[in-house]
């Protein structure tokens, strides 16, 4: 399978401790997203990656999460301290952007379910 | 805040009839792209528009980007069981730091039954 991979696909944890989730993104996509989807809602943009350097972050991402992208291929979000509010989904998505342009097209993984209790 | 309204945000309706999902904004994006996901899975791209006053087909499904590229639409003609999950348009602007990053509408939570 060549597509956007996630993991784990679902995490319980208590309120208080750290989380990880890792992201691989097509092998040959060079920008990698971060998006939080809760209940009823379309997703939130997190923050995204060209290659290793994190360009943007949303004011959705508190100083409890972090975000990398070490070589520039697969990506880590980690959330310390979790409260219940972090339940969500956390969706990664993967484009190829080789010159700006209005036809990049993000592929979606399969998400990390969070539950916080 | 979402920039993107989409409605409606259910629609239940019986196979075989047509519907049409909106999606509307006071902004121009360089381009609009419609995903359907399943509960518990990612969305999957259904299609991108780009160009004001595009339309794209797909089997059933026609979309159409407004021409001030700040609107868009999805019509499926006689829905089928198959048909039913959350429909999601989100746009994308170009230029500056935000480039590429998508902003998404609530969804529309398709049911369509037999």
């Known amino acids: 399978d060549t597509g956007v991979s996630q993991d784990p696909r679902h995490k319980i944890t208590k309120r208080g401790q750290n989380v990880t989730f890792r992201c691989d993104p097509i092998?040959?996509?060079?920008?990698l997203y971060w998006y939080r989807q809760t209940l009823g809602q379309g997703p939130e943009f997190l923050t995204y990656?060209?290659?290793?350097?994190?360009?943007?972050k949303s004011r959705l991402l508190s100083n409890r999460f972090s975000a990398e992208r070490p070589k520039g291929s697969f990506s880590t979000l980690e959330i310390q301290r979790t409260e219940q509010g972090d339940s969500a989904m956390y969706l990664c998505?993967?484009?190829?952007?080789?010159?700006?342009?209005?036809?990049?097209?993000?592929?979606f993984g399969p998400g990390t379910r969070l539950l916080v209790l | 805040t979402q920039l993107l309204e989409q409605s409606p945000q259910f629609l239940s309706i019986q196979e075989g009839e047509n519907l049409t999902v909106y999606c509307n904004s006071s902004s121009v994006f360089s381009s609009l792209q419609w995903y359907r996901q399943e509960p518990g899975e990612g969305p999957v791209l259904l299609v991108t528009?780009?160009?004001?006053?595009e339309v794209k087909k797909l089997k059933r499904l026609t979309f159409q980007f407004g021409d001030a590229r700040k609107d868009s639409s999805l019509h499926i003609t006689a829905a089928q069981t198959g048909d039913t999950g959350l429909y999601l348009c989100?746009?994308?602007?170009?230029?500056?730091?935000?480039?590429?990053?998508?902003?998404f509408g609530q969804g529309t939570i398709l049911t369509v039954h037999p």
């Open positions: 092998s040959e996509h060079n920008r």
């Open positions: 998505a993967s484009s190829l952007n080789l010159v700006a342009g209005p036809k990049e097209t993000q592929y």
């Open positions: 990656f060209q290659n290793e350097a994190q360009l943007e």
């Open positions: 528009v780009v160009t004001g006053g």
């Open positions: 989100a746009g994308a602007k170009a230029g500056g730091t935000s480039y590429g990053k998508l902003t």
